[in-house]
């Protein structure tokens, strides 16, 4: 897809082409579409910033980075540490390099936390910027409105914001702790009915030592 001067085209090899495979088979239509959209914003940001980057890591990093919200794949742990391990699981067994592998994992286990992304590569930088442009985290005029307006025709959001946040509730209704500091417990605060967990400060309080 090229879009005013933006190659949006996915990477034709075979570990995206599987990739690709696996995120269309245990993802509802809304979120497929959210993680195209996420590699296709992360893309058009790359290029507008002429950014030197690796396609297929970026590619991978987006396509997979909320693996951890699909059934298949969820488990104990933060949903985005549980999407990078599947991710990399995914990827060692198709004999992708470890090296290629660790920016991957890192590109879906951080993109949900804010700046530290952006201090490292251009990949990782990359998946949280268009996955943010996406859930409108970060400002979508990065983009230009005839590439927005173009990825949103190819790829639309089929009642994004709604089905998200429910799909996000689901996943911190079943292991509530995962949403110590991060965006997760807001969503089970606005969401999820009776639920509670332990703020910093209520931790620091309750440590055992005497003062």
Known sequence: MNING????????DI?????????????????NHLLRSYAFGHGVGQAGSSTYDHEMLFLGAIFHDLGLVERFIGNGR?????????AEFLSTRGYSDAKIAVVWDAIALHTTLDIPQRKSPEIALVQLGAGVDVGAVSRDLLSPAVIDQILEAYPRLGFKQAILDTL????RRKPMTGMTNLMGDVGHACVDGFHIPSFCDIVHGAKFAE
Do not use: H, Q
Request: net charge negative.
């Open 6 to 13: 933006f190659d949006l085209a996915m990477p034709d090899t």
């Open 16 to 32: 995206c082409k599987s990739a690709l495979d696996l995120a269309r088979e245990t993802s509802p239509p809304f979120l497929y």
């Open 79 to 87: 949903f985005e540490i549980d999407g990078a391990d599947a991710a």
């Open 169 to 172: 509730a689901d996943v911190i």
